[in-house]
DNA sequence: GGTGTATGCTTACGATGTACGTGAACATAG
DNA sequence: CTATGTTCACGTACATCGTAAGCATACACC
């Protein structure tokens, strides 16, 4: 029973780079971002703050890591029907790996850095590559790339943020605040009239709905799809 | 000479709410969000930490207010032309005070409450007035106002946020670390391309051109303006 | 005058990121 | 086999963070 005689073989199994990053991530998807700090997920993977600082360099090594992590994700679509079909798949997709983590977009957010990682750049490739498909000239593919990349950063970040109101308003939740109060002093009708259909419109409708406007006028301007 | 003889009348001026957000914003703006801290705050205004909290309940309260304070920097175009006008105008200028402070939209993205403060939701009003005269119904108006915003947002977030480099591509730093051998590895010939591309092209001009391609199929579905 | 209400200052506490030094497990050379 | 160098986890320590609590000061109104 002596804990040298019989060598416990590995007692606790190897600590990684991608274990630590893992363990973030789940703690930023459970508790948010501000959960995420180095005893927390030290502890959550059975080992001392500092013994992290053996596979990051930095905490912001490890956000980059999330970041990194979270982009790989991204489950490539198949490229086989027309350019416009890919792309709404491949926005789609974008979307589901934003939203499946909500958090992150605050970090990218926060990061004014570009990312370097292979497995976070390739969505990007596979988007040019995709844009590319429709004829589109290299230089205004980069521009393309902006505006639908932009679309649906921003269109998630609108949804899960709810910056302006409508996640919250469930029916626990009547008057947020000051909020009835303001609209109840009569400005704001516009506002006042929206907020049931903030509630109620399926942000997936809206989604596409906003996709499709900009797939009709790159079609337009572009041509149709063969 | 003694301190206590002449009164100094009022040798510091009365803190205000309004004081202590203005430096905070200005904080932020120079130094970025991990900057604002409460006594660095302090400091700025010529007082101790612990005074801010006479003026703003929590941290939290003091980033709501810096948020309703970016806000309220919209100057709201006239509506004498038409709705595609108007809207053009408002979008550019949502654009314009999401640039000018620049860390403002990382807040955004990590605050998960809507907005309440009357100054904030104003602009607000102006969209969906605006949106409104277009003839689209209080349902669909909410869609385009989703669409719209959530375009503007993540556009200013990709141009200033940088994400897939571009930004940083300045001759002085060719190569940012591993992503010129990433892109040497013959992988990514797409992204590879884009590059120059990303580093030229004008951020007006690719604003102008999704703006258009959003408005293009508005006026398409709901008709050409009066 | 006295008195109450704001408002600012000081001290203090727990949590955070991380610099630094120690020690155990393992690989390889002699 | 021992000796030695590398890797990796641990523990301690410190500056800085947000903020709770108590005290001090100044002004409004009687």
Redesign the interface.
């Known amino acids: 029973m002596s804990p040298k005689a019989e060598a416990p073989a590995r007692p606790r199994e190897r600590l990684t780079r991608n274990r630590v990053i893992d363990a973030a991530l789940l703690i930023m998807d459970a508790d948010g971002?501000e959960a995420v700090t180095m005893r927390r997920v030290a502890r959550e993977v059975g080992v001392e703050a500092m013994s992290l600082y053996n596979h990051v360099t930095d905490k912001e090594d490890l956000l980059d890591g999330i970041c990194a992590r979270v982009m790989a994700d991204f489950r490539f679509p198949d490229e086989e029907g027309d350019w416009v079909a890919t792309t709404r798949h491949g926005a789609s997709e974008w979307r589901r790996v934003l939203k499946s983590h909500p958090?992150v977009?605050?970090l990218?957010?926060?990061?004014?850095?570009?990312?370097?990682?292979?497995d976070a750049?390739?969505p990007?490739?596979f988007a040019?590559?995709t844009i590319?498909r429709a004829g589109i000239g290299?230089?205004e593919?980069?521009?393309v790339?902006?505006?639908m990349?932009?679309?649906?950063?921003?269109?998630?970040?609108?949804?899960s943020?709810?910056?302006?109101?409508?996640?919250?308003m469930e029916k626990d939740t009547p008057s947020?605040?000051?909020?009835a109060h303001?609209l109840a002093?009569g400005?704001?009708?516009?506002?006042a009239?929206?907020l049931p259909?903030?509630a109620s419109?399926d942000p997936d409708?809206?989604f596409a709905?906003?996709l499709?406007?900009?797939l009709?006028?790159?079609q337009?301007?572009y041509g149709l799809p063969a």
């Not at 990218?108 to 292979?118: C, G, I, Q, V, Y």
């Not at 947020?176 to 909020?179: E, I, N, T, V």
């Open positions: 971002i958090n977009l605050a990218f957010a926060e990061r004014n850095k570009p990312m370097t990682d292979l750049l390739m990007m490739e040019l590559r590319g290299e230089r593919a980069v521009q790339f902006n505006v990349g932009g679309y649906i950063m921003g269109f998630v970040m609108m949804e943020g709810r910056m302006f109101g409508g996640g919250t947020p605040d000051q909020m303001v002093a400005q704001l009708p516009c506002v009239a929206a259909h903030l419109c409708e809206q709905f906003g499709d406007l900009l009709a006028g790159l337009a301007r």
